[in-house]
T-cell receptor, first 114, second 115 residues
Framework: RKEVEQDPGPFNVPEGATVAFNCTYS??????FFWYRQDCRKEPKLLMS???SGNEDGRFTAQLNRASQYISLLIRDSKLSDSATYLC???????????????FGKGTKLSVIP | NAGVTQTPKFQVLKTGQSMTLQCAQD?????MYWYRQDPGMGLRLIYY???????DKGEVPNGYNVSRLNKREFSLRLESAAPSQTSVYFC??????????????FGSGTRLTVV
C-alpha cells in the first residue's frame, strides 16, 4: 500500500459546484497533515493544515479521521481560479530530533469549467 | 520578498556533466529539503538537512550530494548527470510548529534536462 493515496482524478466540475477530494495514509505514526495546491508548472503551496477537529478556511473545509487514516478536502462554490492539482501531504518524524519528513500524494487535478 | 530562492530556473546538461543547484531561504528556518518531481510519481525527497551542519538521505539520494553551507543555503550537486535525473527539482524549507508557517515553503523549481 502506498504511503499516501489520493483519488486518481482528474475532476472536471462546473463553476459553483462542490467537489470533495479524499486521501488515505498508511503510516499510523503520521502526525501532521496538509493540503497543498500546485498550479501548472509552479511550486506546491500550502493551502491549509488539517486538524483532528476539522477546520474551515472560507470555501475550503478539511477533515481528518485518525482511526481510519483518512483525510478529506471539500471545496464549495468552485471558482475558475480553483483549477489546480491538490496534493495530500502527511508529515511524520524522521530520524534526528526535530526532523520531519513530508510524504506527498501524487495529487488530484481539478479543472473548474465555466 | 521573503521566501526560498532557487537557481537556475532551467538547465540542460549533457550526460556526464556536473552541476550544482543552489537554494537559499531568508526565513531563518532550520530545516531544508530537496525534492524531485516526475510525472506520475509525485514529489520524492532526495536529501534533507534538519539543521545547519547536518544532512541526511531521503527516498532517492543516489546520484546526488548536498551541502548545508550555512543556515540560509542548501545546495544539491549532480556529479555525473544521467538522463534519469531529468526532472523538476524543488528546494523547500520548514518553519517551526507554532511559527508563522509550519508548512513547507517551496522555491519555484529548477527544470533540468539531461540529454
Amino acid at each position: 500500500r502506498k504511503e499516501v493515496e489520493q483519488d486518481p482524478g482528474p475532476f472536471n466540475v462546473p463553476e459553483g459546484a462542490t467537489v470533495a477530494f479524499n486521501c488515505t495514509y498508511s503510516n499510523s505514526a503520521s502526525q501532521s497533515f496538509f493540503w497543498y495546491r500546485q498550479d501548472c508548472r509552479k511550486e506546491p503551496k500550502l493551502l491549509m493544515s488539517v486538524y483532528s477537529s476539522g477546520n474551515e478556511d472560507g470555501r475550503f473545509t478539511a477533515q481528518l479521521n485518525r482511526a481510519s487514516q483518512y483525510i478529506s478536502l471539500l471545496i464549495r462554490d468552485s471558482k475558475l481560479s480553483d483549477s489546480a492539482t491538490y496534493l495530500c501531504v502527511v508529515s511524520r518524524p524522521y530520524s534526528g530530533a526535530g526532523s520531519y519528513q513530508l510524504t506527498f500524494g501524487k495529487g488530484t487535478k481539478l479543472s473548474v469549467i465555466p | 520578498n521573503a521566501g526560498v530562492t532557487q537557481t537556475p530556473k532551467f538547465q540542460v546538461l549533457k550526460t556526464g556533466q556536473s552541476m550544482t543547484l543552489q537554494c537559499a531561504q531568508d526565513m531563518n528556518h532550520n530545516s531544508m529539503y530537496w525534492y524531485r518531481q516526475d510525472p506520475g510519481m509525485g514529489l520524492r525527497l532526495i536529501y534533507y538537512s534538519a539543521s545547519e551542519g547536518t544532512t541526511d538521505k531521503g527516498e532517492v539520494p543516489n546520484g546526488y550530494n548536498v551541502s548545508r553551507l550555512n543556515k540560509r543555503e542548501f545546495s544539491l550537486r549532480l556529479e555525473s548527470a544521467a538522463p534519469s535525473q531529468t526532472s523538476v527539482y524543488f528546494c523547500a524549507s520548514r518553519g517551526l510548529k507554532g511559527g508563522n508557517n509550519y508548512g513547507y515553503t517551496f522555491g519555484s523549481g529548477t527544470r533540468l534536462t539531461v540529454v
